[in-house]
């Protein structure tokens, strides 16, 4: 400080001009926490933002602008909004929805979606109404892929054939060296997962081997050591704060 007090004016004139200098430079761009953070995003969305943690979910992915990604079973898109976000205007994403997903609860995630991109409210967002054994490579090609809080109803309810089914599909619509995030409540082997809409995180990965992925990670960013896994997951208290994995499967390259 007193070196500059001291100095020559054409010193300070120097000086001043690195202060300009520096003061014009661009402002940084806002993070992604910052994005989904603002009040353009519905507030319902944000509320569960602390439970879903969906930037930190989104970096552990590897997800990125100007990626092409699809969200299956999207139902009232969550995190088709999220992703929007995340690859920006010059990614892409496509919800996924089968049919009985839309026509669950009288229709609320068909209102929730239609509301959600009314008005060209996320242009880099398309829908795709099709149902999972019906995808394949003409629906398009992919960087990404996730799905939250599905893949214990498609394991559980159609069995462990028809799940490797599906994932060799999902992993056949993913460029080589694609990402596909799985979101799912975790559960145990002695208790009834189907009833309690859990899977065991073994079977996911089981499956996605048998179908072909390689299974790069597995965070504990959703983890809830309280959750004793023997409680539904809509149990009163419980609702969205289940003990939940999140796996980061790779379509192997060439």
């Not at 661009?26 to 969305?45: G, I, T, V």
């Not at 990614?91 to 996924?96: I, M, Y």
């Not at 960087?143 to 159609?158: P, Q, V």
Request: proline share 5%; charged share 25%; net charge negative.
């Amino acid at each position: 400080m007193l070196l500059v007090a001291c100095s020559s004016d054409n010193n300070d004139t120097e000086a001043t001009g690195a202060s300009n200098s520096e003061t014009s430079k661009p402002a940084s761009a806002p993070s992604l926490r910052e994005r989904l953070a603002d009040s353009a995003r519905p507030q319902a969305d944000r509320d569960r933002d602390a439970g879903r943690k969906p930037a930190e979910v989104i970096e552990f992915l590897g997800i990125e602008p100007g990626m092409a990604v699809i969200d299956l079973i999207a139902a009232g898109g969550y995190y088709t909004e999220v992703l929007a976000i995340s690859v920006g205007p010059e990614g892409r994403v496509v919800a996924q929805n089968p049919d009985a997903v839309l026509k669950m609860r009288d229709g609320v995630n068909e209102t929730a979606l239609t509301e959600r991109l009314a008005g060209n409210r996320l242009p880099n967002v398309s829908r795709l109404n099709k149902e999972l054994k019906d995808l394949s490579i003409a629906d398009g090609q992919f960087d990404a892929a996730i799905t939250a809080l599905n893949f214990h109803d498609i394991y559980n309810s159609a069995g462990p054939e028809a799940a490797v089914s599906v994932l060799t599909t999902v992993r056949s619509m993913l460029k080589p060296g694609g990402v596909f995030g799985i979101i799912d409540h975790a559960g145990i082997g002695s208790e009834d997962n189907a009833a309690l809409h859990r899977i065991e995180k073994a079977r996911v990965i089981e499956t996605a081997e048998a179908a072909g992925f390689v299974v790069e990670g597995d965070s504990k960013l959703l983890a809830n050591p309280n959750d004793d896994h023997r409680q539904g997951v809509f149990s009163e208290g419980l609702r969205g704060n289940t003990d939940r994995f999140v796996l980061k499967l790779r379509n192997p390259l060439p």
